[in-house]
Each structure stands twice: as C-alpha cells, then as structure tokens.
C-alpha cells in the first residue's frame, strides 16, 4: 500500500495536495486590467537576486481609485508581473515569466502586515503560491517603507 | 493688420490652425486598454532614432480578437506608446512620453497601406499629430514585412 502523502500526491491537482488556498488568490484576470507602470531591473541592482528582470504592474479598478486617493479601499489589488528581460542587439525584450506577485487590501483580515495579504505566484502558475505565511518577513518588511503611500511603492502615470 | 495667417494661429487653437481633423484619431483611453508587450530600444540599435526608448503596445477589443485571428478587422486600433528610457542605477526606468502611434484598420478607406491607417502624435499630444499624408513611406513602408501578419510587428503573449 502506498503512503498516504504519495497516494494524495497521485490523485489530487498540485493546488491542492500541498496547502490549503492561498489567502491572497491567483489575480485571474489580471493581464486585462490596467497598465500602471513598468520597469527593468539588471544585473548590479541591489533588488536583482528577488525582482531582477522586466516588470509590469497591473491594478483592478479598487486599486486605480486608490492610486489617485493615496489609500487603498478593501478589494484593492495589485499585480507585479515579472518577466524574463533578454538583452540582445541593443534591445530589451521579454522572456519567460518568472512570477506573478500579488497585494490584496483586507485592512481587517490583513491588519498585521498594514492591511494587505501578501502572494506570489512561480512561474505565474495558479499551483504555486511561494509566499504563504512568510509574508510579514518576505513582504511587508520592505514595504513598511511606503507607510505614507498605503506601503504601495508604485505610483501611477499618465 | 496681421497677415492672415498670424492672425488665424492668434485666434485659433493649434489642432485646427495648420490642419484638418487627422484621419486616424488620438486613441482617448487607450491607457485603460489591453497591455500587449512591451520593448527596450537601446541606443547602437538601427532603430534607435526613429524608435528609442521604451514603448508598450496597447490594444482595443477589436484589435485584441485580431491578435489572436492573425487578421484585424475594421475598427481595430493598436497603439504604440513610447516612453523615454531612463538607464541609471542598473535599471530602465520610464521617462517622459515621446509619442504615441496609432494604427487603425480600415481595409475601404486605408486600402492603399494595407487597410491601416497610421497616425502618431509627439509627445502624446492631441493636437500635434505628425504623419498626416506620409503613411505610406513614413510607416507602410516598413509594415510590408508583415503581410503574412495583417501588417501589424507585434504578437501577444499571456
């Protein structure tokens, strides 16, 4: 008879052999909304080893008002989509996917880490959540830094 | 007395001094439009002059289904938003808007390039398009390449 892990494993998708769902879910939908800001991160960057690459930053419509308001209202999120950056003949282009990272406004459920649940996603892959409970020392520990903007480092553009 | 035309750029504001309604439109809204890629066009790169910096594509619905159909119907609008590049600190950051291109298809009216119109407006300005009736050589000329494609250069991705 097989253990009861590896017998799980046999029969249950990833997303649910592993851990129960994720508090901050995948952003289904999120290559839709709107286009905040983007930026490439290279190789010398303080940030390179965790953000290197090209990233894109996407906000739903809760997170566009909160933008313009400097706060954010519950049901606020917010995507960083990252991408490979290949450098080759003087251009920049997009790779793979490296991660989808996510912030969700909760400020009740989410009141130790400001008000925002913390995920992000392998790969981009809905299975793959990294963050879990490790978001106050993986996450917010950085973002405490942006208190006065809501701890959202990014601002919007025209 | 004023020369006439002086006397009309004193009066008149500047979309309407110098030149009819342009036929391809400013795209209102597109920042709010589906984000298809985005590029890094570095300095040394044979495009850099006309195209340097970074710009992200921008889709209409339309536009969008034709992505996916490998065709564009009529009413398709593709933006071309170009940002300069700021490289310092091992990162590109985005700066100032260059301009923002547009092309829109209408196979009746466009049938000499393509079935695309093509307009681009510097600075992201309303009024200050700067194609007008050069289409043919200033954009068509280079989008033949991509027949098999509908004309269009960019693909989407996830």
Chains 1, 2 share one sequence.
């Not at 950056?85 to 490296?98: C, F, I, L």
């Amino acid at each position: 008879m097989k253990p009861l892990l590896l017998a799980l494993l046999t029969v249950l998708p990833a997303s649910a052999a592993l851990a129960a769902d994720p508090e901050v879910p995948y952003p289904e939908g999120y290559r839709h909304w709107h286009h905040v800001k983007s930026m490439v991160i290279e190789q010398g960057h303080p940030l390179f080893d965790a953000f290197g690459g090209i990233h894109h930053l996407y906000a739903n419509a809760t997170a566009l008002e909160g933008y313009k308001a400097g706060r954010f209202a519950d049901g606020a999120v917010i995507v960083f989509d990252r991408l490979d950056a290949q450098h080759a003949g003087n251009a920049v282009t997009e790779g793979a996917r490296k991660d989808v990272a996510v912030m969700l406004k909760d400020a009740q459920k989410f009141a130790a880490t400001g008000g925002w649940g913390f995920e992000a996603y392998a790969g981009g892959d809905p299975a793959r959540p990294v963050v879990g409970a490790n978001a106050a020392t993986a996450c917010y520990a950085c973002h405490t830094s942006e208190k006065a903007h809501d701890y959202v480092f990014s601002r919007t553009r025209d």
